[in-house]
């Protein structure tokens, strides 16, 4: 298996599935909610902001406890999804909801801060056209936030990728199925001569969190540059 042993290449796999479906999944919500923060003005507009950052502010064990309450086969949200055969608790769709929850107010921050530097007025001119507000959005401020949108996945896909406190608590640690990267860190670690797997998971952290913290400059930079010039 080459530099990395195989439980060390599951656990790398599993991290890069896992925080693919959570970017993946959350990008069309954090869209939304951003939008929504950045462009509507509505009652309780600043608990949904709180809510949203939340997870920012929670220590994330406590973040994976509220999943677990809500979402584990005993929950409210978790009962009835069972009976139609979701269950997140203890499996890797779980993990990727807890890795996706506290991914979220990054991508939803980055994506926020590109809608309010679109100036209001160029989607006001699209609509006095005649164009439908989902037409302006997808025509004109689209096109303007794909660096911050893009940035924001990036970003969020990063953050995932290193998540574990939450998903610990959420999902536990069992090896090939919710063992992510920083999971596996914890456990070899906890073994006697753990200490030379751990650190090579440790190098492949830092080589993801710093080439996505990379390809999100280099994406935004191209991205606003076509905006630009389009």
Sequence with gaps: MGWLGPEEW????????????????????????????ARWRFPGKQVVNGLVHLPLILP??????LLLLTFGTT??????????????????????????VMAFPLMVRAIRLSIESVD???????????????????????????????AGAILAFAKAMGEFGATITFVSNIPGQT?????????????????????????VSVVIAMGALLLSEVVARRAASRVAGG
């Design 120 to 150: 209001p007025k160029l989607e006001e001119a699209a609509a006095t056209l005649g164009a439908s507000r989902a037409w302006v959005f997808v025509t004109v401020t689209l096109p303007l936030i794909l660096p911050g949108v893009l």
């Design 60 to 65: 994330p064990v406590v973040t994976g406890y």
């Design 75 to 100: 929950g409210p949200v978790g009962g009835l999804l069972e009976k139609v055969g979701i269950v997140f608790a203890f499996r890797w769709t779980g993990a990727a909801l807890a890795a996706g």
């Design 10 to 37: 599951q656990a790398v796999a599993l991290s890069l599935r896992v925080s693919f479906w959570a970017t993946l999944v959350a990008l069309p919500i954090g869209i939304f909610t951003a939008y929504a923060l």
């Design 179 to 203: 063992q992510t990267l920083p999971s596996a860190v914890y456990a070899f670690l906890q073994v006697p001569g753990g200490e030379g797997p751990a650190m090579r998971l440790v190098i």
